[in-house]
């Protein structure tokens, strides 16, 4: 009879699940911003590079569970979509942040100016942060429904959507700042590893447009 129970009753709400899912979100970016230091001091990163890999898989596994889940819930807290849309955006985030680890041990970049690569990491701890802001923000869903969605929980909310926005604009200011002089080194440094780097810049603010898209998509339902 436990056995039919467990099987009608999922063991962890999908909320609680999609808080896993993030949390696995921090510790990848976490990695990644390490990743980002180790590269530019040229240290070996193909594992912290394994470690994501890993990471990915936990978070492949939630997401395969929390789609079986909702085929089948004939009722939710908030709209199906944007339980979706939050699931989406959250896996994007830990997709993207392999990706700027496969990127890393693809190519050797040398002679890179040292305010270049300074920058570059800062903008890697950036990111770091908006992934941390944007756990916080899918915590702060979990408890919004608990409280059934108090007017207190939702103003917390709204304050931490403020944070993310003002923390993107100083990421998208930093992003397009070092694009810009990457490019203006065109007669000093490899063109390849000019694209490669500037490739890497545009991967770590996606990652932050995800993060925001979370934190604006959880702000909405909160207001719904």
Known sequence: MANIFQKLIPYKSPIQLLVEHAQLCVRAGELMEQAVKDYFTSREISGISKLIDELEDEADAIKL????????????????????????????????????????????????????????????????????????????LKTLIESAFSPREVRKEDEQAQVVEREE????????????????????????????????????????????????????????
């Open 65 to 140: 569970k929390l789609r079986e889940i909702y085929s089948k819930l004939k009722w939710t807290y908030f709209n199906k979509n944007d339980f979706l849309d939050l699931l989406h955006n959250i896996d994007s985030i830990i997709d993207l942040t392999d990706d700027v680890l496969k990127m890393l041990t693809m190519n050797s970049v040398e002679d890179t100016p040292e305010d270049v690569k300074k920058d570059v990491v800062k903008l890697a701890e950036l990111v770091r942060l908006s992934i941390k802001h944007m756990y916080d923000s899918v915590e702060e």
């Open 169 to 224: 604009h100083s990421s998208d200011l930093l992003g397009i700042d070092i694009g810009k002089r990457l490019f203006s080194l065109k007669n000093r440094m490899n063109a390849v590893d000019i694209m490669f780097l500037n490739s890497v810049v545009i991967l770590l603010m996606r990652i932050e447009d995800r993060a925001k898209n979370v934190v604006e998509k959880v702000r909405l339902i909160s207001h719904s």
